[in-house]
């Protein structure tokens, strides 16, 4: 029998991706700062950890790389703006998740995922002395030189490589691949479990017939010699059947996002016309980002990028969102200078309700977004650290409605992409 495989994966801490992978499992319980995230990635997470606390559910995550890219695979692709580039990577890994309710009761799942990061650098060369960064240590916008030299606020003394590179959006995604171990466990399990299932049945049937009695040493060997050959044959087709059989279940759930098949060319052929730079990794890392803070705040309207309709309390009980993977593009509508884009989002979501856990609930959610085409793009946009229009002043828009310096209103789409209707369909 082959021994239970460990699955052993040790992070490369000069990695970005890994360390980030590294610290989610315990940010996510709030044991650990995400310091390899962005303002925006851990505001994300501290909405959810309120919502957490809110309903007194613990959850823990645990991600292990595992399979054909368990070290990790960079897309081809970087987007830039004037200062920054931003790139993708995926890691191949077994994902587990536990999530314990108020009263005491707990619900684990393990499936395999793919989890894809963005990571945004200063471009070589380039000098961003003069640009904004939320302070680590304290919160507060402040110029990059200032955080070298030691925080004016807080006196944190940053280097540039703990400002650079960060990890600015990630999500997990199903993945349905197996390794060849993994075949061959799978294999094992269906053989071993048949096998054992037919010698009881043997030892059973010759019970009920009164045949067990006397015990021979050739009954029992002909017996046993039954089991494996079962255990083979017909352990091998109920693997292939049990694997067939879950393939339709997932191709089922994956139907309804067929139309998303090539939505990011179709996207980017639309979207060029308004803006050459324009990058469907970074929307649809950008619409997940968003439609977590919006879906998990106490009060969406609160959050400075929903220009929406209130959302009641559709989504209180919710703990966790997967996103799974497709964005399907529906429409766009230029007006006055603002274009909008209408995405369907397909989502796996988690609630719990009166104590009772609800995984796996596919959701699909209509987004229109929004955002000025006269702008020029900001890959590192933050709502941390938003730019005042009048006074150029730089504070956090999660807190302030109004400039803190001058008084005066800005309009996130005039920035980036805000999102100004989400359905349910
Ligand atoms: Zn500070
Ligand atoms: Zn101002």
Not at 82 to 91: I, L
Not at 138 to 156: E, F, T, V, W
Not at 157 to 167: C, G, N, V
Not at 337 to 362: I, M, P, Q, S
Request: proline fraction near 4%; aromatic fraction near 12%; include cysteine.
């Amino acid at each position: 029998m082959p021994k239970e495989e460990q699955v052993v994966w040790k992070p490369d801490s000069s990695n970005i991706y890994e360390r980030f992978i590294e610290q989610y499992d315990e940010a996510i319980s709030g044991e650990k700062e995400l310091t390899a995230g962005d303002q925006d990635t851990r505001y994300a997470l501290k909405l959810q950890q309120e919502r957490l606390r809110e309903k007194g559910v613990k959850m823990r995550y645990r991600i292990t790389p595992r399979g054909f890219m368990a070290d990790g695979k960079s897309l081809p692709k970087k987007w830039m703006d004037q200062h920054y580039v931003s790139e993708m990577a995926y890691y191949t890994s077994l994902w587990e998740r536990e999530i314990e309710t108020r009263e005491g009761k707990t619900y684990r799942q393990k499936s395999k995922m793919t989890i894809y990061e963005t990571k945004t650098d200063v471009i070589g060369g380039v000098n961003v002395e003069e640009e904004i960064y939320v302070c680590p240590g304290c919160g507060a916008p402040s110029k990059i030189k200032d955080l070298l030299n030691g925080c004016q606020y807080c006196g944190s003394k940053f280097q540039m490589s703990e400002l650079y590179p960060t990890i600015t959006s990630h999500y997990l995604v199903r993945d349905f691949s197996f390794t060849k171990d993994e075949m061959k466990k799978h294999l094992m399990k269906f053989m071993i479990g048949t096998g054992i299932g037919t010698f009881i049945f043997g030892i059973i049937i010759r019970a009920v017939k009164g045949m067990l009695l006397p015990l021979t040493v050739g009954g029992i060997i002909s017996l046993l010699l039954i089991s494996a050959f079962s255990g083979v044959v017909l352990g091998y087709f109920l693997s292939s059947y049990a694997l067939i059989g879950s393939l339709v279940k997932q191709a089922g759930r994956t139907v309804p996002m067929m139309g998303a098949i090539g939505a990011g060319k179709r996207f980017e052929f639309f979207m060029k016309k308004y803006s050459p730079e324009f990058s469907y990794e970074y929307l649809t890392g950008k619409t997940v980002a968003m439609l977590k803070m919006i879906l998990f705040a106490k009060d969406a309207q609160e959050l400075p990028f929903y220009l929406g309709k209130p959302l009641g309390d559709r989504f209180q009980d919710l703990v966790d969102i997967l996103f799974r993977g497709a964005m399907n593009f529906k429409g766009m509508k230029e007006q006055n200078g603002y274009l909008h884009v209408t995405v369907d989002v397909f989502l796996e979501n988690a609630y719990v309700t009166d104590g009772k856990v609800r995984a796996n609930k596919d959701e699909k959610l209509r987004v229109t977004l929004v955002k000025n085409l006269n702008m020029p793009i900001q890959y590192h946009f933050s709502i941390k650290k938003l730019e005042c229009p009048t006074c150029h002043g730089s504070f956090d828009a999660t807190k302030n409605k109004t400039c803190p310096y001058c008084g005066g209103t800005y309009r996130i789409e005039d920035a980036d992409w805000a999102i100004e209707d989400i359905q349910v369909l």
